[in-house]
């Protein structure tokens, strides 16, 4: 693993000795992990396979559930139900103890949703995901044509119903994150390859917007700004160009960590929530931190 060290406080959040493990490889483009705390493993869709893995060090990857829709981000409720962005059924989807699937979101004012993409839930219980178009090409859930007049990102009650758009002026909404005490609300655009940041009011309502940072490597560098998560001190740990960057919450780039292949997503997992397990094109691979991440789901 190389580490490019841009601010010296970025190696109290991860040593640059430290070794990139390859968990697992023979992918077609994996996406969407999180990690299951009661069960001791990660979660993570291949999209083009149409399949949902768990992996563990005991039992290595097992499939989880096939065909999953296209799924790609997944998470988990408070209450540990797996919550699914499928592209091909353009929804999301809980699945509860019992096995049964509920639908949570499929359409907004009578419209079907593009491709449901990333998600998260709050301390609350709140639901917040990103519904870009990627999910509408061949290959990754389509081919189908977007209904929505917009590429939103949404909020949905615990009570559910349905959906509330947050805002509508994406081109390509994709990883969204919360500061720690959820009075922030980051999303990357990957056409525009920037994270902006919006502050969020007690009802759930959005303001500012601004762009925080921009993430551009060389023109030879291939992956855009896609998942995200945040450590406990509100850092952001977001994929891109090379790998994945680091900053710092006021946006200052802090380092970069190289990946082999493209880097797509990534999750804070394991006992201590100091592994970053990371989802490339074709490879599962984890990274022991210094930090841990952020306990939000």
Known sequence: MAITVFESEATRLVAPS?????????????????????????LFSDIPANTIYHYSDREGVQIYRQPS??????CLDCK???????HQTRRVTRENHDGTITVLAHQYEGRRLNAPN???????????????????MEGLGGPAEQE??????????????EPRLLVDDFDAPNGLALSPDESILYINDSVHEHIRSFRVSDDWQLSGGEVLITLKGEADEEGVPDGMKLDENGNIFCTGSGGIWICNPSGKIMARISIPEVAANLAWGDHD????????STGLYRLRCLVRGSNLK
């Open 18 to 42: 430290t070794d990139l493990v390859r968990l697992a490889n023979g992918f077609k483009f994996t996406e969407g992990p999180v990690w299951d705390h009661v069960r001791s493993r990660l």
């Open 118 to 136: 990333d998600i998260i839930v709050a301390a609350d219980g709140s639901i917040l995901f990103t519904d870009p178009h990627y999910g509408l």
């Open 69 to 74: 829709h296209f799924s790609n981000g997944l």
């Open 80 to 86: 540990g139900r797996l919550l699914t962005c499928e």
């Open 148 to 161: 929505q007049p917009w590429r939103g990102v949404y909020h949905l009650r615990p009570d559910l119903g």
């Open 273 to 280: 929530r100091r592994s970053l397990y990371v989802t490339a």
